[in-house]
Nanobody, 123 residues
Framework: QVQLVESGGGLVQAGGSLRLSCAAS????????MGWFRQAPGKEREFVAT????????YYARSTQGRFTIARDNAKNTMYLQMRSLKPEDTAVYYC????????????????WGQGTQVTVSS
């Protein structure tokens, strides 16, 4: 397992941008598929975006496609989520996830989870 620490959350106005980071430690970063999930108050955790271990493939939820960009820097053991054109409905706690088996997993299948970072988008 690896330890995942998210950063970069905060308060932003609708239409604004934020970049989240996820730093991994305590294990092998290369070879890990990674991604972002989010959970809004009163709702279940939902898929945001994922990226394969080498960055070759990315996957996005319909709600984030075209606005969010997932990327990783294996030399820095860090993954990113660039969020643009933010909407109030993007408000949630954003979680970093990692797993060696696949980048296409259900919420419960991801092995490693960070503690989350709050993103709040005001209207």
């Amino acid at each position: 397992q690896v330890q995942l620490v998210e950063s970069g959350g905060g308060l932003v106005q609708a239409g604004g941008s934020l970049r989240l980071s996820c730093a991994a430690s305590g294990g092998t970063f290369v070879g890990l598929n990674m991604g972002w999930f989010r959970q809004a108050p009163g709702k279940e955790r939902e898929f945001v975006a994922t990226i394969t271990w080498n960055g070759g493939d990315t996957y996005y939820a319909r709600s984030t496609q075209g606005r969010f960009t997932i990327a990783r820097d294996n030399a820095k053991n860090t993954m990113y989520l660039q969020m643009r054109s933010l909407k109030p409905e993007d408000t949630a706690v954003y979680y970093c996830v990692a797993d060696p088996t696949s980048a296409v997993l259900t919420t419960d299948q991801w092995r490693d989870w960070g503690q989350g970072t709050q993103v709040t988008v005001s209207s």
